[in-house]
């Protein structure tokens, strides 16, 4: 069996797309488990915590936009 990530994006099945996509999804959700916990540091920085709240939100519309892409196919 190919690995889906290492094919070109024009040479994936609809299936191997998906596979893509569900593996992305999961990447974002840990990658916002790290920005959460960054969060709870209590950094003392308000420009830092701006930031990182502004990451999460960004990261979480990534992710929703992939579910939704991935619901779609």
Avoid at 26 to 46: I, K, P, T
Wanted: a positive charge.
């Amino acid at each position: 069996m190919r690995n889906a990530m290492l094919q070109p994006p024009h040479a994936r099945t609809a299936g191997e797309h998906r596979q893509v996509l569900r593996a992305a999804v999961r990447q974002l959700e840990r990658a916002s488990l790290y920005l959460a916990a960054v969060s709870w540091m209590a950094l003392d920085d308000a420009p830092a915590e701006r930031a990182v709240n502004s990451l999460r939100n960004s990261l979480e519309d990534l992710r929703r936009h992939l579910v939704d892409l991935r619901s779609e196919r």
